[in-house]
């Protein structure tokens, strides 16, 4: 099975802050990564696909890029409702497995 | 619009037996394949299960395998999974998903608790 990790486990940041997700996969992956935002309560939302396709309705300041087996989702001028966590997704080969998640919260 | 809910969840002892369904709306449902991803109380997200559109082939995590199986009927836009033998460690809430043919899960449901408990 692939295992998905990432880092940082958690990050504090101020409105405004650009940030930086990282995500690693044991094995490569091609582009088949999702990044995925997750409020309190809420279901997940996906953010961006096959590594760096933003989802229709998504803001520009989310971008994804990475290849084979290293990842980064960048949220570029954060805003309020940017603070959640937010999980890695491998699609490349079941079990299609998470990463642990990061939890941006504000400083 | 696309909308996928949830139901099925709620209290079993261990070692029971619970089927969950997911009645999809708003899209060609045998178009897409589905998965169900689940998260425990507090905890990070951990995909369970999927299967492909026409329900030809499915797929399974290392710990469901053998206790949980996904099917669907398309005539009826409905996912399931039927989930036997549970255990404490399956309690979580559970979510449909929509699959991207690019990969990533699009749509989401509202999710439906499942408490293993006696």
């Known amino acids: 099975d692939i295992q998905m990790t990432q880092s940082p486990s958690s990050l504090s940041a101020s409105v405004g802050n650009r940030v930086a997700i990282t995500c690693r996969a044991s094995q490569t992956i091609s582009n088949f990564l999702s990044w995925y935002q997750q409020k309190p309560g809420k279901a997940p939302k996906l953010l961006i696909h096959?590594?760096?396709s933003l989802r229709s309705g998504v803001p520009s300041r989310f971008s994804g890029s990475g290849s084979g087996t290293d990842f980064t989702l960048t949220i570029s001028n954060l805003q309020p409702e940017d603070f959640a966590t937010y999980y890695c997704?491998?699609?490349?080969?079941?079990?299609?497995?998470f990463g642990p998640g990061t939890r941006l919260e504000i400083k | 619009e696309e909308q996928l809910l949830e139901s099925g969840g709620g209290l079993v002892q261990p070692g029971g037996s619970l089927r969950l369904s997911c009645a999809a709306s708003g899209f060609t449902f045998s178009n897409f394949a589905m998965s169900w991803v689940r998260q425990a109380p507090g905890k990070g997200l951990e995909w369970v299960s999927a299967i492909t559109g026409s329900g030809g082939s499915t797929y399974y995590a290392d710990s469901v395998t053998g206790r949980f199986t996904i099917s669907r009927d398309n005539s009826k836009n409905t996912l399931y999974l039927q989930m036997d033998t549970l255990r404490v460690e399956d309690t979580a809430v559970y979510y449909c998903?929509?699959?991207?043919?690019?990969?990533?899960?699009?749509?989401w449901g509202q999710g439906t608790l499942v408490t293993v408990s006696s």
């Open positions: 998903a929509q699959d991207l043919a690019a990969g990533g899960l699009d749509y």
């Open positions: 096959a590594a760096s």
């Open positions: 997704q491998q699609s490349y080969s079941p079990p299609y497995t």
